[in-house]
């Protein structure tokens, strides 16, 4: 799933590893991922939760206020739905930031991870939260895209080569589709964790692998 890949980059990087070396040559660095079970995923199948625990993971740590200026909530909204993040491990105290009183918070990993088989679970409401779960990430991989065509007149600039808006169709077996998403996430790991160089942005990227219908 699109949101079993980290947001975050490990602090200590392997000496090694180089920007300029092809990705071929590099190791997949696997991210520290949490696995969701029926009860996690009752924790985090909430709209707001699932973009609190993103943006901690993409920006670094917080306060509950402000997450909720970030996301145009009250502080008491943000706090409570970081509260039920945390009873489930999902976020945890960010020790050495803030001398005051307000709390500031962390995401716990790099990101989670999703077993599909939890959206045919026999009980309704962790189906029912699997479905939620889903429908989140592909709302947010939507708003992020429409987002960055709005902008990519005005930011793309030398970026533009780098950027992409594909779709495919192939025919493929269920292993054939398994072994192409597990070789797709290789590749994409393979440029985790690089030293920092001039002109380094945050780049997104989302893979979809969607089996049709049999009758499609």
Request: glycine share 8%; hydrophobic share 35%.
């Given at each position: 799933?699109?949101?079993?890949?980290?947001?975050?980059?490990?602090?200590?990087?392997?000496?090694?590893?180089?920007?300029?070396?092809?990705?071929?040559?590099?190791?997949?660095?696997?991210?520290?991922?949490?696995?969701?079970?029926?009860?996690?995923?009752?924790?985090?199948?909430?709209?707001?939760?699932?973009?609190?625990?993103?943006?901690?993971?993409?920006?670094?740590?917080?306060?509950?206020?402000?997450?909720?200026?970030?996301?145009?909530?009250?502080?008491?909204?943000?706090?409570?739905?970081?509260?039920?993040?945390?009873?489930?491990?999902?976020?945890?105290?960010?020790?050495?930031?803030?001398?005051?009183r307000?709390?500031?918070?962390?995401?716990?990993?790099?990101?989670?991870?999703?077993?599909?088989?939890?959206?045919?679970?026999?009980?309704?409401?962790?189906?029912?939260?699997?479905?939620?779960?889903?429908?989140?990430?592909?709302?947010?991989?939507?708003?992020?895209?429409?987002?960055?065509?709005?902008?990519?007149?005005?930011?793309?600039g030398?970026?533009?080569?780098?950027?992409?808006?594909?779709?495919?169709?192939l025919?493929?077996?269920?292993?054939?589709?398994?072994?192409?998403?597990?070789?797709?996430?290789d590749?994409?790991?393979?440029?985790?964790?690089?030293?920092?160089?001039?002109?380094?942005?945050?780049?997104?990227?989302?893979?979809?692998?969607?089996?049709?219908?049999?009758?499609?």
């Amino acid at each position: 799933m699109p949101e079993s890949r980290s947001e975050n980059h490990p602090e200590n990087r392997p000496e090694s590893r180089t920007r300029n070396a092809p990705a071929e040559a590099r190791e997949p660095v696997e991210p520290t991922l949490r696995m969701l079970d029926a009860r996690a995923l009752r924790g985090l199948a909430h709209p707001l939760r699932m973009q609190l625990l993103a943006d901690l993971r993409r920006e670094g740590p917080a306060t509950a206020s402000q997450l909720a200026e970030r996301f145009g909530e009250s502080s008491g909204s943000t706090s409570y739905h970081l509260r039920q993040l945390a009873a489930h491990g999902f976020v945890e105290d960010a020790v050495g930031h803030g001398k005051g009183r307000e709390r500031w918070w962390q995401a716990a990993h790099e990101g989670t991870g999703f077993d599909g088989s939890l959206i045919h679970d026999a009980d309704p409401a962790t189906s029912s939260a699997a479905a939620v779960f889903l429908q989140t990430v592909a709302t947010n991989h939507a708003q992020e895209v429409s987002a960055w065509i709005s902008e990519a007149q005005t930011r793309l600039g030398r970026w533009e080569p780098g950027a992409d808006l594909s779709d495919f169709t192939l025919r493929l077996t269920p292993g054939q589709s398994e072994e192409l998403v597990g070789r797709l996430h290789d590749v994409v790991n393979t440029y985790r964790d690089l030293p920092e160089a001039e002109g380094t942005r945050t780049v997104r990227i989302h893979t979809h692998v969607l089996p049709r219908s049999a009758s499609e």
